[in-house]
Structures are given as C-alpha cells and as structure tokens.
C-alpha cells in the first residue's frame, strides 16, 4: 500500500505543484482584484468628485471672472468645463456669492470640504446617482491586469533585491530602505504604463457631464486612438500619472515593509489583532504617499480634461503639455 501511494506521488506532473512562494502570491493578486472591485463600488464616487473638482478652473473664491454656481450655504464654485449645464440658464451668477457666516471658504479653514460636499450636490441634481459612477467600468476592468503584473513583478523584484544586498526583514541597512522603493516603484512604473488608456479613459469618463447613454468602453477607445496622434492619444498624461503612481508606489512599500519590522509576529497576535495591524500600516503608508503625489494627480486630471476641452472646441488633437498646465 505504502508502495502504490508513493507511485502515485511521483507520478504528480510537476506543472500541478506550487511552492509556497507561488501559493502566497496568487493569493495576495486575487484578493488585491477582489478587493479593488469591492473598493471601486464604496469609494469611486469619491473619486468622481476628485475629479470633476481637479479639473475645475483654478479660480479661487472672491477673484473670479467666471461663472459660478451658488449652492445651499452660500457656497459657489467656479463653473468647471466639465459641466455644461452650469451657465446662466441654470441659476449660475457672474459674480461670487458671499458665503454666509462661519461658512469657511479657504482650504485652510476647511473650504475644500464644503467644495466636496457642493460638488457632489451639483452631480446628484444635475445626473443623479449614476453620475457618481461613471468611469467605473474601466476601474473594474483594469483591476486584473494591474495587480496581475503590480504583485508579480513587486515580489520578484523585492526577492531578487533581497538576494543580492543581503538584507532579511528586520535589518537597518541601507538596502533595506532602497529594496521596497525600487521594487514598489519600477512594479508600478510597469502596471501604469499598461493600464494608462484604461486610466485615461476613466478620468475623462469621470469629468464628462453628458446626460447621453454611456458609449461601451472599448468603442471610446477605438474612438480616441482614431484621432491625429494615433494610438499616442490613449497614452496622453502618462507623463503625471507615472509621475504619481511611481513614487506613491515606493513611499508606500517603504512605510508598510518599515512598519511590519516593529509588529509582532503573526503567531502572537489573533486574525483579528492582525487584520486591524494590517489596515494601519496600509492607511498610514496610503496616506503618506498621498500627501507627496497628489500634486501629480491634479496635473494629470487637468492636462487629460483640458485637451478634451481644447479638442471640442478646436477638433485639435494638439496635446497640452504639463508645464502648461502649471
């Protein structure tokens, strides 16, 4: 009996056999897709507001030759290109409204907060819920391929980087600082460049106001790299998106790989105890890397919606560059 078992083990093709190594990493890329599917549905409309609002003309309150829209709580806001149903037509004024008092209008006394919740208010009253949901098509469908090639490639890289310093978890050496920005950050350099037509497309489905059905996704496309420049129009703004992405990527990895040397091993602390470890390192180095790129993420969003613009008006395909923007 023992005979014909071990018959049976060696004759296990060798294709059918994943290391542990292989296990781990097919789990953390189906989860990642998995989780970024259930992310996009919670936070997308977020990212919507994000947006719509980037691409508003940078016109602060009180110095604005542009229409406005008022709101209720006296809060007006530039009308952006995005929006065509903002105009006089629609109860827009030439002039800034004054906010009523103790409505804070500058970022510092949390302007941008009442300039989130006014945006979200013109988008439910202007295209109803489903205007928070546009560009999600694109987000779901680029979440395979992106974490597909992100985690690989982010694994393999932190592993060959390990190899060759020398350096183990837990150890201060300077390798051990440099091996999670360079994996994280040439991991991401290669995921955004592939994806980068998906992640135009969403931001320009994401700042369009159309009451008209949605065209299907891969019809837009078509539609884009129609144009003068060719299949270069779906890569327009891949300048400030790698801008962003890239080094969001190596801040990140940097803070949670430092973070999880000063955790307790997982054999001492519960599953719960560890997910809520996990989720606090994952904020904090989020956040972190937030702070440092999202001047990035604003040049990409107007230097995307802005050629829209240019090309509605002009049929001009002649790309806005980044130093134009700023």
Not at 18 to 29: D, G, K, P
Request: glycine share 8%.
């Amino acid at each position: 009996m023992a005979e014909l078992e071990m018959k049976a083990e060696s004759s296990t093709p060798a294709a059918f056999v994943f290391s542990t190594e292989t296990q781990v990493l097919a789990a953390r890329i189906v989860s990642s897709i998995v989780g970024s599917g259930i992310t996009a549905l919670a936070v997308h409309p977020l990212e919507v507001i994000k947006v719509k609002t980037q691409s508003t003309a940078a016109t602060p309150f009180g110095n604005s030759s542009s229409s406005t829209k008022r709101f209720r709580g006296g809060v007006s806001i530039p009308c952006p290109h995005v929006m065509p149903n903002c105009s006089k037509k629609s109860g827009a004024s030439s002039s800034v409204t004054r906010p009523r008092r103790g409505m804070a209008t500058t970022a510092a006394h949390g302007g941008e907060v009442a300039r989130t919740v006014s945006m979200a208010r013109y988008i439910l009253r202007t295209e109803g819920y489903t205007g928070l949901y546009r560009g999600l098509q694109p987000t779901l469908v680029m979440a395979f391929p992106s974490n597909v090639v992100y985690y690989t490639l982010y694994d393999g890289m932190a592993e060959h980087f390990r190899r060759e310093s020398g350096a183990s978890s837990g150890n201060n050496s300077a390798a051990s600082w440099w091996n999670p920005l360079l994996a994280g950050g040439g991991a991401r350099l290669v995921s955004s460049t592939v994806t980068a037509p998906l992640e135009f497309l969403r931001t320009i489905q994401a700042a369009s106001s159309s009451r008209r059905a949605p065209t299907s996704m891969w019809l837009q496309l078509w539609k884009l790299s129609s144009q003068e420049q060719g299949l270069s129009t779906l890569f327009r703004g891949i300048g400030p998106t790698l801008a962003r992405d890239v080094p969001f990527s190596a801040i990140y990895w940097l803070c949670v790989e430092k973070l999880r040397e000063h955790q307790l091993p997982s054999s001492m602390s519960s599953p719960m105890a560890q997910l809520a470890t996990d989720f606090t390192h994952g904020t904090i180095a989020g956040m972190m890397g937030a702070i440092f790129t999202t001047p990035a993420d604003v040049v990409k969003t107007r230097m995307q919606t802005m050629q829209l613009k240019a090309a509605s008006k002009t049929k001009s395909t002649k790309a806005h560059s980044a130093w134009s923007v700023l």
